[in-house]
């Protein structure tokens, strides 16, 4: 309290002093003028009760806080009247305090003299203090060394304990980026990429205030693209692995699609059997015979040797999961759509290199087989992908690669098989193209507009036929030897009557050594006609066609075979320059005997295809044309060849046309002319009447016609009579020849009248020589008319 008053007097001092006195007597002023009203005293008692308060306040408030307080007297009018209230508290508190150190003077006095008595022992307890404190200091030093070592244990304990809890924050972190590493490392990448929207998504933001996260941060999109290069890169091995591998898919797919067709062949002939209803289409062996193409073997079903091993399937080849590993990652990624455009514009690439075929693919049957395994591998695998690979492709997608697999591969095919030349090879390859056919077929493609392609390279395998035929034809023709075959024993006879239909009672009778009318070209031809029909069956099988189609097929390929190839077969070697009458003669016998069997040929394709012959749609045969129109070509090169063979002896003829007198016979050349032309119609004898007859009769009258012509030469000016009667004797020769009958079968004289218009003019030229057996009555030269 004197500390506050102290202070408070040296404030007023210093802040207020020099106004104290003018402040008082305007305070009495004014205490004088309040005398004279009550107002006066009540504001008086107010100030006097503020300022009571005011030195309350100072009393009891700090010294540092009465600045407020002294600034409110300050701000007031009362400074002189608050003075004087201060000084006299400040007396006040003065007094009391004078009382109270007087009052308690002896006691001070007393606690001195206590205290100097003390000073000794306070001397002695310091020294002892002094002492303690420093063995104290001492002591402590070591305490405060293990202090400071537990401290720091202390705080390192604290670390090792913050640690421990932020690295079981970041341990996981890190051992998931660890697992990350290693499967990338180990290409399990869509594992890895799980774990990396785990590694982003969870843990990493439990940590993220570590520097090392945020390199994890900033790696996650590198790792993400590294994952989608790799897996690109292992979907570009994939596709790389089945190019290379379709061939070998396809080839299986065809193998186990052939095996399933041979248990199902097997299990349906079975049932048949089992049933009793034996199919009749094939015919016995006794109506068949041996047939080379029968015996060809396609070159694809081989299999004997397959059923020990079962052929691997598609999966085992190739490794469909780098493919599915992708197509999920992608989907993680949310690129799936990329993916799919990717793998579909890859696979179309990949499909049009496929579907080019090498270029000597129709060389051999096994080109074409390599080309078929490639494309049936190529769809084997999208089949595959589309079962199993949850959208990757549609089946939009596949239809439109199979149909630009089936216009591309139908081009080829088209385009390659106009090469071949080779039936067999055709037949292999019909063969084939069926086999690829159901192949296909058994993964849903549909392939009808396989089998119509096959229709039109029937039409080509028919012309290659045909032009083998020929080739056929002509060497049985070329080496025939146009002479009725001899047969000497039974075997030999039933042997050429089993290969050609022949029926002659006649011949039946006679003794061994035995002729057949025709040369051996005849059951030659028509074995070959039947191999050639037997070719077209075989051809025709599998191709999902009626009876009825096979039947007209067949009838229409060998009407080609009769009409065209075996007609000019026929043709050319009559129109040979070398061809003689004899085998002339034998090629009419022999086409007749051919047409004849035409009957037989139709009851033989009849029995193969078991159509009736009466069905509407049946075509029949045209053989019966082809061979009339080879016998009546034969017949006009008779005709030819006779009046050919008359001109060669003519031309020996040397008339002298001047001479006096005759040979008084026939000149040598009409005699061997004559005693050729009766050897020749003997060997007519086997021809039909008026084959012979009309031979006979032209030859008669060409020979005629050509006397005629030499009597009347431009370069005959005269004859004489000696030289009429020579050829008179001629003449008499040819008459005498018409009246031996060399042809059987005229009636009368009529073989005669066709030397009657020569007799008519050598009349006219000398009526006088002698005619039929009358003597001339002298002849002169006379000249021609």
């Not at 069905?615 to 045209?622: C, D, G, P, Q």
């Not at 007799?759 to 009526?767: E, H």
């Amino acid at each position: 309290m004197g500390g506050a008053n102290t202070a408070i007097r040296r404030l007023y001092r210093e802040g207020v002093g020099g106004s104290r006195f003018s402040r008082r007597g305007q305070a009495t002023c004014e205490s004088g003028r309040g005398f004279g009203g009550q107002s006066a005293d009540m504001a008086e008692l107010e100030t006097a009760s503020e300022h009571e308060r005011i030195l309350r306040e100072i009393e009891t408030t700090e010294t540092a806080c009465i600045g407020p307080t002294l600034r409110s007297v300050y701000d007031g009018e009362e400074h002189g009247y608050f003075m004087e209230k201060l000084e006299l508290r400040i007396r006040n508190h003065d007094r009391e305090i004078e009382k109270m150190c007087n009052f308690h003077y002896q006691g001070f006095v007393d606690s001195i003299n206590e205290l100097l008595k003390v000073r000794g022992e306070a001397e002695k307890l310091k020294n002892q203090v002094t002492d303690t404190n420093r063995r104290l200091q001492n002591d402590g030093s070591e305490l405060l060394s293990s202090m400071k070592e537990l401290q720091q244990c202390r705080v390192q304990q604290r670390n090792i304990t913050a640690t421990v809890e932020k690295l079981n924050l970041c341990l996981p972190v890190l051992e998931m980026y660890s697992k990350l590493r290693v499967q990338m490392k180990t290409k399990r990448h869509y594992p890895a990429l799980k774990m990396l929207d785990q590694l982003e998504h969870t843990y990493l933001p439990q940590v993220s205030h570590y520097r090392f996260c945020q390199v994890m941060v900033d790696n996650i999109p590198k790792l993400r693209e590294e994952i989608r290069e790799v897996s690109m890169s292992d979907l570009k091995d994939f596709l790389e692995s089945i190019r290379k591998h379709s061939q070998r898919i396809g080839e299986n797919a065809m193998k186990q699609a052939q095996q399933q067709r041979t248990l199902d062949n097997l299990l349906s002939l079975q049932t048949k059997s089992g049933l009793g209803k034996r199919s009749k289409k094939c015919p016995s062996p006794e109506v068949n015979g041996t047939s080379p193409m029968s015996e060809q073997d396609s070159g694809i079903l081989d299999l004997e040797d397959e059923e020990e091993e079962e052929a691997p399937g598609t999966q085992d080849l190739v490794d469909f999961s780098p493919v599915y590993r992708c197509l999920h990652i992608y989907t993680v990624l949310g690129s799936r759509e990329v993916f799919e455009n990717y793998y579909r514009k890859q696979r179309r690439k990949q499909a049009r290199l496929v579907l080019q075929p090498p270029s000597n693919m129709h060389e051999t049957l096994d080109g074409y087989r390599k080309y078929f395994h490639q494309i049936v591998g190529f769809f084997v695998v999208e089949d595959h992908i589309l079962h199993t690979a949850f959208g990757l492709v549609n089946r939009a997608y596949i239809d439109e690669l199979w149909d630009l697999a089936l216009s591309k591969t139908m081009a080829a095919l088209r385009t390659h098989s106009s090469y071949c030349s080779d039936p067999n090879l055709m037949l292999d390859l019909k063969n084939l193209i069926v086999h690829f056919a159901d192949t296909l077929q058994g993964y849903g493609f549909p392939v009808n507009q396989l089998f119509d392609m096959l229709l039109e390279i029937r039409d080509l395998y028919s012309e290659i036929l045909l032009k083998k035929w020929a080739q056929v034809f002509r060497n049985i023709l070329d080496g025939d030897n146009y002479s009725p075959i001899p047969v000497d024993d039974e075997v030999t006879y039933r042997k050429i009557m089993g290969q050609f239909p022949f029926q002659d009672a006649d011949l039946e009778k006679q003794p061994f050594p035995r002729k057949f009318p025709f040369s051996e070209f005849v059951p030659k031809v028509y074995s070959q006609i039947k191999e050639f029909i037997y070719a077209c069956l075989k051809f025709s099988e599998d191709l999902h066609l009626s009876s009825t189609e096979v039947d007209d097929m067949i009838r229409k390929s060998t009407n080609l075979l009769l009409t065209r190839t075996l007609s000019n077969c026929l043709q050319n070697v009559i129109k040979r320059k070398n061809v003689g009458l004899t085998e002339l003669v034998q090629i009419i016998i022999n086409t007749t005997h051919l047409e004849i069997s035409c009957k037989f040929l139709e009851e033989f394709i009849t029995n193969i295809t078991n159509v009736l012959p009466d069905t509407v749609h049946t075509s029949k045969l045209y053989g019966l044309t082809t061979f009339k129109d080879a016998r009546q070509a034969a017949e006009e090169e008779i005709y030819t060849n006779l009046n050919q063979k008359i001109d060669q002896f003519l031309q020996l003829a040397d008339y002298d046309w001047v001479t006096t007198e005759s040979s008084n016979q026939a000149s040598d050349y009409l005699v061997d002319l004559v005693a050729f032309l009766n050897n020749t119609f003997a060997v007519f004898t086997h021809l039909p009447g008026k084959v012979a007859q009309t031979a006979c009769m032209s030859a008669c009258k060409h020979l005629a016609t050509s006397l005629t012509q030499l009597l009347l030469e431009a370069e005959v000016k005269q004859i004489t009579i000696g030289a009429l009667q020579q050829f008179n004797l001629d003449v008499k020769e040819c008459e005498r020849f018409a009246r031996s009958g060399p042809v059987p079968g005229f009636q009368g004289e009529t073989l005669q009248l066709a030397f009657i218009d020569l007799r008519q003019d050598c009349q006219v030229g000398s009526p006088a020589c002698a005619v039929d057996g009358h003597q001339s009555r002298g002849c002169h030269k006379a000249p021609l008319p």
